[in-house]
């Protein structure tokens, strides 16, 4: 048997055995069935949410949420990063404050969010952008320090001013870490948005997740965790493809 | 030869590493003259401070004391009068081979036509116009190297300085280069410094050999090198001058291991 | 543009990291750095109260936080709940890390095994973990079980992709030179397999402690009496700024610790990447 048969056989065992163990547990009982919802429960309660609209609607507000937080994140980690890198006293200065944040879990500033930002979006988007900036920013700074001194040394000696090296060595030199950067932080805001939305929110995948809870209804939280972690995936393929189209020098065939 | 006057001139240049008090001489009183279009070799042993000197002549490095002047004008820095061609090759990775050796005339702004002549003419000089489009990462070391020497002609500075370019080649892609770099300098004619540490390659190449004592550097010995411009390896003459070479390289690798 | 990188022969001589500044220098900087942060904050909060731009216990200074950290060193309280905190990290990243790293080298080392795990952790892996949190509050209810079990599965996956990847990437040169000179089996594996993989499963056991840290805070804002995640959610029913915020950097503190002691351990275990 080949790997990518046994893969897929791992794969499709799994859920027979998941099948198995669920339409068991309801026809002897063990637990109380509900605790162990059948993979054809799981898809009805993805149908029906689908059906009325329930599902998009929760997903885009998710969405929406990481989008703003990100795009505003990644704009700031960008920027900074790179001033900072490039400016020896600037890095000098932040390196120790930001040693200092990075340790505290993000989502132990959840609640000051909320208390600062009140129970509304601006609360949200501003602590994904909170959470995602800092690994974002030191990664980007990072990436922009390793930047070969031979490569500056070689394009200075051709003749390039200092801004010629900023756009056409460190720049470029800087990209795949830059990329790995983003990359990242688009994971943080998946994982970190789910707990936001677990507290206090009238919409998205995480009070979705958090009202099969209420309601007693794990169906409706392996719906949303599957609808999230479709969400992560497909926007991980989208970066990765744009990465390779992006950093196709790296390794050319 | 010498009526405009030598093109480089290093003049009693010195260079110490680390913090004042604890500092290590590398460089002691360099004094050296390479006229217009000779090739000059600097042979040491390994740290006798033959890079730190081509690196300072390259605007890399500032001299602890001295000068280094070109055409009769003070180094300050890095410029595109003197190209660099570098043992790592420091090729630009996300940089076509193309668009490796327009990164200079693409700095003057040339216009776009004559910058694709420029292009072809030295894809064409070190023999790789079939390459063009490859990425750096699809050549082998030594096509890596020559797209390095190709950007530097295509600067078209007033001299090359060449740090151990072929020093991370295999011994046949090495000799190769060697007879290329030889063929081009027949047809260019630049101002080169090379450093080497292989004496093979310092006499096939070098109009002057300029050996280096071990740290702190001082020059030991200058050998004017008086062979065709076409040279033989196995020639008895070429190997006269490796054995004398030798010789007095020898006793300043002995005194590192003492 | 003129500040902006370091003067030309600086950048050509030391690259964009700079020449290294003597220590004391460098040190007097960072303390430098810090003390400004604390002083901005302090005349921020200060600002806050002066021109009453709103309710000043929204931004407590910096005095404030440590003071309440303090009175809750002196009364006890903070040690419970540090306490609650350190054991069901302990526990849930102990077992996290046990499974993780025990079934990564059979992944990394038996074709079979990655054939079968692998792909199942691919599907679990997008999944953020936070999603399955109320999974796990579901099944075994509020107490500790849920929260030890919910890192413990937090944990396992960058664990077992480090160790799986360590294993890999093993140059086979080496398991052949071992080989050639009579290494088979457990002794394959005891002496050239695990030491090979060790910096990168040290990696995966930094990123787990990381991500320990990272999720106890939620679960336990989430139906928990004790734990420095009640105390901020706590702190935010009744306003409780300082709280909140000292709870934090106490968090904070431990992560750093968590942090330090894997690296202490990776110096240890592995002096041969690094030797003095």
Request: proline share 6%; charged share 15%; net charge positive.
């Given at each position: 048997m080949n790997a990518a048969a046994t893969r897929a056989a791992a794969l499709l065992g799994a859920l027979a055995l998941w099948a198995a163990v669920a339409h068991g547990n309801a026809w002897l009982g063990v637990v109380n069935p509900v605790l162990l919802p059948t993979p054809g429960e799981v898809g009805r309660v993805g149908l029906e949410l689908a059906w009325s609209g329930e599902l998009t609607r929760h997903f885009l507000t998710s969405l929406g949420r990481v989008a703003q937080g990100f795009g505003l994140a990644s704009l700031a980690a960008l920027g900074l990063g790179l001033l900072v890198a490039m400016c020896v006293p600037l890095r000098l200065m932040a390196e120790p404050v930001i040693e200092f944040v990075r340790p505290i879990p993000p989502l132990a500033f959840l609640p000051m969010f909320l208390v600062w930002f009140g129970l509304g979006e601006a609360s949200k988007i501003a602590f994904i952008g909170y959470t995602t900036f800092f690994p974002m920013f030191v990664a980007i700074a990072a990436s922009v320090l390793r930047v070969d001194v031979v490569l500056l040394r070689a394009a200075a000696s051709l003749g390039a001013s200092r801004a010629d090296l900023v756009r056409r060595v460190v720049l470029p030199a800087a990209l795949p870490g830059i990329v790995v950067a983003l990359r990242v932080g688009v994971g943080l805001a998946l994982f970190v948005i789910v707990g936001a939305e677990f507290m206090?929110?009238?919409?998205g995948l995480g009070h979705l997740i958090m009202e099969g809870r209420t309601f007693f209804n794990p169906a409706q939280i392996v719906m949303g965790a599957l609808t999230l972690g479709l969400l992560g995936s497909l926007i991980n393929t989208l970066l990765l493809t744009v990465e390779r189209r992006l950093l196709r020098w790296r390794a050319a065939a | 030869m010498m009526a405009r006057g030598p093109k480089i001139q290093i003049q009693r240049v010195a260079k110490s590493f680390g913090a004042p008090g604890r500092a290590m001489p590398a460089l002691e009183e360099i004094d050296l003259d390479v006229a217009e279009r000779e090739f000059v070799c600097l042979l040491g042993p390994s740290g006798c401070g033959k890079s730190t000197l081509l690196n300072i002549v390259a605007g890399f490095l500032v001299p602890t004391t001295g000068t280094v002047l070109v055409d009769g004008r003070p180094v300050s820095g890095p410029a595109p009068e003197r190209g660099v061609v570098f043992q790592e090759y420091a090729l630009f990775p996300w940089l076509t081979v193309t668009g490796n050796v327009e990164f200079g005339p693409l700095l003057q702004s040339r216009p776009a036509a004559d910058r694709r002549r420029t292009v072809d003419r030295y894809l064409d000089l070190v023999g790789l116009s079939a390459h063009a489009d490859k990425f750096p990462v699809q050549l082998s070391g030594g096509m890596k190297q020559r797209v390095a020497i190709a950007r530097a002609l295509a600067n078209n500075p007033a001299v090359i300085l060449m740090d151990?370019?072929?020093?991370?080649?295999d011994a046949q892609t090495r000799e190769v280069l060697q007879d290329e770099l030889s063929r081009i300098q027949r047809v260019e004619h630049k101002t080169i410094l090379f450093v080497t540490h292989s004496i093979r390659e310092a006499v096939y190449l070098a109009d002057r050999v300029v050996v280096m004592t071990s740290v702190p550097g001082r020059i030991k010995q200058v050998f004017p090198i008086k062979l065709p411009e076409v040279r033989d390896r196995f020639a008895h003459e070429f190997t006269r001058y490796e054995s004398d070479i030798t010789r007095v390289l020898r006793e300043e690798v002995a005194k590192v291991r003492a | 543009m003129a500040q902006f990188l370091s003067s030309v022969p600086e950048l050509m001589d030391a690259g964009l990291r700079g020449s290294r500044l003597p220590r004391g220098r460098a040190l007097a900087l960072r303390l430098a750095a810090i003390v400004a942060f604390l002083v901005l904050w302090s005349l921020l909060s200060g600002a806050v109260v002066v021109l009453k731009l709103f309710n000043p216990i929204f931004l407590p200074g910096p005095w404030l936080v440590l003071g309440s950290v303090l009175d809750m060193a002196v009364r006890g309280p903070l040690w419970i709940h540090l306490a609650a905190t350190l054991e069901r990290v302990a526990m849930g990243f102990g077992a996290g890390a046990a499974l993780g790293v025990a079934l990564g080298l059979a992944a990394g080392h038996l074709t079979p095994v990655r054939n079968v795990v692998e792909p199942l952790v691919e599907v679990l892996?997008?999944?953020?973990p936070l999603a399955l949190l109320p999974m796990f509050i579901v099944w075994v209810g509020i107490g500790e079980a849920s929260k030890i079990g919910f890192i413990t599965y937090a944990t396992f996956f960058p664990i077992f992709l480090t160790t799986v990847t360590g294993v890999r990437q093993i140059d086979p040169l080496l398991v052949r030179a071992a080989q050639s000179l009579g290494a088979r089996g457990v002794a394959l594996f005891t002496r050239v397999i695990l030491p090979a993989a060790l910096p990168d499963i040290l990696t995966g056991l930094r990123l787990g402690v990381a991500l320990a840290f990272f999720v106890i805070v939620i679960s336990e804002f989430i139906g928990a009496e004790h734990g420095l995640g009640y105390l901020i959610n706590d702190g935010r029913n009744f306003f409780l700024v300082p709280q909140m915020l000292g709870a934090a950097v106490v968090l904070g503190l431990l992560g750093y610790a968590g942090n330090g002691l894997v690296r202490l351990l990776e110096r240890r275990l592995t002096r041969w990447q690094h030797p003095a």
């Amino acid at each position: 048997m080949n790997a990518a048969a046994t893969r897929a056989a791992a794969l499709l065992g799994a859920l027979a055995l998941w099948a198995a163990v669920a339409h068991g547990n309801a026809w002897l009982g063990v637990v109380n069935p509900v605790l162990l919802p059948t993979p054809g429960e799981v898809g009805r309660v993805g149908l029906e949410l689908a059906w009325s609209g329930e599902l998009t609607r929760h997903f885009l507000t998710s969405l929406g949420r990481v989008a703003q937080g990100f795009g505003l994140a990644s704009l700031a980690a960008l920027g900074l990063g790179l001033l900072v890198a490039m400016c020896v006293p600037l890095r000098l200065m932040a390196e120790p404050v930001i040693e200092f944040v990075r340790p505290i879990p993000p989502l132990a500033f959840l609640p000051m969010f909320l208390v600062w930002f009140g129970l509304g979006e601006a609360s949200k988007i501003a602590f994904i952008g909170y959470t995602t900036f800092f690994p974002m920013f030191v990664a980007i700074a990072a990436s922009v320090l390793r930047v070969d001194v031979v490569l500056l040394r070689a394009a200075a000696s051709l003749g390039a001013s200092r801004a010629d090296l900023v756009r056409r060595v460190v720049l470029p030199a800087a990209l795949p870490g830059i990329v790995v950067a983003l990359r990242v932080g688009v994971g943080l805001a998946l994982f970190v948005i789910v707990g936001a939305e677990f507290m206090g929110a009238d919409a998205g995948l995480g009070h979705l997740i958090m009202e099969g809870r209420t309601f007693f209804n794990p169906a409706q939280i392996v719906m949303g965790a599957l609808t999230l972690g479709l969400l992560g995936s497909l926007i991980n393929t989208l970066l990765l493809t744009v990465e390779r189209r992006l950093l196709r020098w790296r390794a050319a065939a | 030869m010498m009526a405009r006057g030598p093109k480089i001139q290093i003049q009693r240049v010195a260079k110490s590493f680390g913090a004042p008090g604890r500092a290590m001489p590398a460089l002691e009183e360099i004094d050296l003259d390479v006229a217009e279009r000779e090739f000059v070799c600097l042979l040491g042993p390994s740290g006798c401070g033959k890079s730190t000197l081509l690196n300072i002549v390259a605007g890399f490095l500032v001299p602890t004391t001295g000068t280094v002047l070109v055409d009769g004008r003070p180094v300050s820095g890095p410029a595109p009068e003197r190209g660099v061609v570098f043992q790592e090759y420091a090729l630009f990775p996300w940089l076509t081979v193309t668009g490796n050796v327009e990164f200079g005339p693409l700095l003057q702004s040339r216009p776009a036509a004559d910058r694709r002549r420029t292009v072809d003419r030295y894809l064409d000089l070190v023999g790789l116009s079939a390459h063009a489009d490859k990425f750096p990462v699809q050549l082998s070391g030594g096509m890596k190297q020559r797209v390095a020497i190709a950007r530097a002609l295509a600067n078209n500075p007033a001299v090359i300085l060449m740090d151990e370019p072929f020093g991370a080649l295999d011994a046949q892609t090495r000799e190769v280069l060697q007879d290329e770099l030889s063929r081009i300098q027949r047809v260019e004619h630049k101002t080169i410094l090379f450093v080497t540490h292989s004496i093979r390659e310092a006499v096939y190449l070098a109009d002057r050999v300029v050996v280096m004592t071990s740290v702190p550097g001082r020059i030991k010995q200058v050998f004017p090198i008086k062979l065709p411009e076409v040279r033989d390896r196995f020639a008895h003459e070429f190997t006269r001058y490796e054995s004398d070479i030798t010789r007095v390289l020898r006793e300043e690798v002995a005194k590192v291991r003492a | 543009m003129a500040q902006f990188l370091s003067s030309v022969p600086e950048l050509m001589d030391a690259g964009l990291r700079g020449s290294r500044l003597p220590r004391g220098r460098a040190l007097a900087l960072r303390l430098a750095a810090i003390v400004a942060f604390l002083v901005l904050w302090s005349l921020l909060s200060g600002a806050v109260v002066v021109l009453k731009l709103f309710n000043p216990i929204f931004l407590p200074g910096p005095w404030l936080v440590l003071g309440s950290v303090l009175d809750m060193a002196v009364r006890g309280p903070l040690w419970i709940h540090l306490a609650a905190t350190l054991e069901r990290v302990a526990m849930g990243f102990g077992a996290g890390a046990a499974l993780g790293v025990a079934l990564g080298l059979a992944a990394g080392h038996l074709t079979p095994v990655r054939n079968v795990v692998e792909p199942l952790v691919e599907v679990l892996r997008p999944i953020p973990p936070l999603a399955l949190l109320p999974m796990f509050i579901v099944w075994v209810g509020i107490g500790e079980a849920s929260k030890i079990g919910f890192i413990t599965y937090a944990t396992f996956f960058p664990i077992f992709l480090t160790t799986v990847t360590g294993v890999r990437q093993i140059d086979p040169l080496l398991v052949r030179a071992a080989q050639s000179l009579g290494a088979r089996g457990v002794a394959l594996f005891t002496r050239v397999i695990l030491p090979a993989a060790l910096p990168d499963i040290l990696t995966g056991l930094r990123l787990g402690v990381a991500l320990a840290f990272f999720v106890i805070v939620i679960s336990e804002f989430i139906g928990a009496e004790h734990g420095l995640g009640y105390l901020i959610n706590d702190g935010r029913n009744f306003f409780l700024v300082p709280q909140m915020l000292g709870a934090a950097v106490v968090l904070g503190l431990l992560g750093y610790a968590g942090n330090g002691l894997v690296r202490l351990l990776e110096r240890r275990l592995t002096r041969w990447q690094h030797p003095a």
